[in-house]
């Protein structure tokens, strides 16, 4: 199988009990691939209307009230860390001073990379003057922010027979200490300056997202839809939440963000639910599916991206075709609009960006949901037939965006970054990265830093 393929096809796994009809893995993928192109109906929100989300293949589209229309953007500023997966436990940053030359100033490998056995989908994170990641067999890895040296090295992959083909998870710093969490079952702290493990607790099941670190709290989502929380000086559990189990869902998973005593935590189920820190009460929840789901792809209902909580919102997307802003302590949605998405938004000034799964670039209105602009990556026009059939059986996939000194940047599978504009949507510029990328940038101390499917770390400045 080609590589361009792998890459592809490793953002999806589903439960084979969810899908009966399959007798393989590949058969199961490709019956319920999320990146299939067959959207054909459109649906345009007038000024101040809110979408009926009915059909799956719903698109939205710019609104000519706002064509050329200015809004607010914050300045750019520097950022000295990015020590959870969304930066902060709000998982909100607005505007990032980084990398004005926008060229690879170098390439480092780190260890396993993505193959039909390991996933690299942990994020990034940076503190101490260390870019931390890690591979796709739980090898953990501190790097020198400046010149891309190895620091040190741990591997945390257990020897049991039974946990040699688990993947996924992510870290997470917080006052000196590293946290790992991992499909190998398991949840550990290290020490940020060595690399030593100062703890190691098994869990029950696979965990595929990062965690959250706040408060003297770790906070994860296993695969079950459970979200565990525990102490942070020890590693004792502390209490849980369980939602709806979900065998369909996106390789890729989420990690709750954190606003005061209350967190957001996403499951595949589609549910979004807040809790409160201390106890896990729930507060409110609601759901990111369309009420009408009709075939096996629209019931991937799965919330793979961070949810952001920004300016008293909680934005969020789903596979199942729900982009929404929900205000943070009723719980009471603001506006939805039809975009079915695998990855975070990002929120700044009075616009939120999100992409979607078929590659499009969306800039909306934060207070109304009406869209500015679209921008299509993926764009196939002028195409000859034996290109599309190309495109259809490698298709693009695109990162979270982030906004880094008057650039909006994502990246994908296809190892290109692209710089757009975030008032207009044009593309500015495009960058070579070497490798497919399918995890969002970070950016600190003036760079920007990618993790490549390769097991790649890539600075850009």
């Known amino acids: 199988m080609k590589r361009r393929l792998l890459t592809a096809a490793a953002v999806t796994l589903v439960a084979l009990g969810g899908l009966s009809a399959c007798s393989t893995i590949g058969s199961a993928v490709s019956a319920i691939n999320p990146f299939d192109k067959s959207d054909e109906n459109k649906t345009t929100a007038s000024q101040g209307e809110r979408i009926s989300i009915i059909a ?8 000519e009230t706002l ?7 914050p300045a750019a500023e520097p950022r000295a860390d990015w020590p959870l997966p969304g930066g902060t436990p709000e998982q909100s940053i607005e505007h990032v001073q980084a990398a004005p030359n926008f060229q690879v100033a170098w390439r480092k490998d780190f260890g396993k990379g993505s193959d039909r056995s390991a996933h690299v989908t942990a994020p990034p994170v940076a503190a101490e003057g260390k870019i931390f990641v890690m591979d796709g067999e739980a090898t953990v890895v501190a790097i020198d922010a400046k010149t891309g040296n190895e620091i040190w090295s741990r591997n945390l992959k257990p020897k049991e027979r039974r946990d040699r ?6 870290v997470a710093y917080a006052d000196g200490k590293l946290y790992v969490t991992s499909g190998f079952r398991f949840v550990a702290q290290l020490d940020a300056a060595t690399g030593e493990e100062v703890w190691k607790r098994d869990v029950s099941n696979p965990i595929h997202g990062a965690p959250t670190v706040s408060g003297g709290r770790l906070f994860v989502v296993n695969i079950d839809n459970e979200l565990l929380t525990f102490d942070t000086a020890t590693g004792a559990p ?27 935590a996403p499951f595949s189920s589609g549910e979004l639910v807040a809790l409160r820190t201390g106890n896990g009460n729930e507060v409110w929840s609601e759901a990111l599916s369309r009420a009408s789901r009709t075939n096996a792809l629209s019931e991937i209902r799965d919330i793979a991206g961070r949810p952001v ?5 909680v934005l969020a997307v789903s596979h ?24 975070s938004p990002w929120g700044a000034g009075d616009v939120a960006f999100v992409v979607s799964k078929a590659g499009e670039v969306i800039c909306v209105a934060r207070e109304t949901g009406q869209v500015y602009w679209i921008r299509n990556l993926n764009s196939t026009e002028g195409f000859s037939k034996r290109q599309l ?8 996939v695109w990162s979270s965006p982030i906004l880094a000194s008057d650039r ?16 207009t949507g044009e593309v500015i510029s495009t960058l070579k990265l070497g490798a497919p990328a399918l995890i969002a940038p970070i950016a600190v101390d003036g760079m920007i830093y990618v993790v490549s499917d390769e097991a790649k770390l890539i600075a850009i400045n």
Do not use: C, H, M
């Not at 293949?57 to 609104?63: G, H, K, P, T, Y």
């Not at 064509?67 to 953007?73: E, T």
């Not at 083909?165 to 992510?170: E, K, P």
């Open 408 to 423: 909006l940047i994502t990246v994908s599978s296809r190892g290109e970054a692209a710089a757009l504009n975030p008032k």
């Open 238 to 264: 502390s209490w849980n939440y369980q939602a709806l189990t979900e065998p369909a869902r996106i390789l890729s998973a989420s990690s709750p963000a954190i606003a005061g005593d209350t967190i957001i």
């Open 56 to 63: 799956f293949d719903q698109r939205v589209e710019a609104n």
């Open 165 to 170: 083909d688990g993947f996924g998870g992510g």
């Open 389 to 396: 059939k190309k495109r259809s059986k490698n298709p693009i």
């Open 320 to 343: 199942s075709g729900v982009f929404s802003a929900t205000d943070l302590r009723t719980g009471q949605q603001r506006w939805n609009i039809p975009v079915t998405g695998i990855g």
């Open 67 to 73: 064509k050329g229309a200015d809004f607010y953007l």
């Open 309 to 313: 909580i920004y300016k008293g919102d």
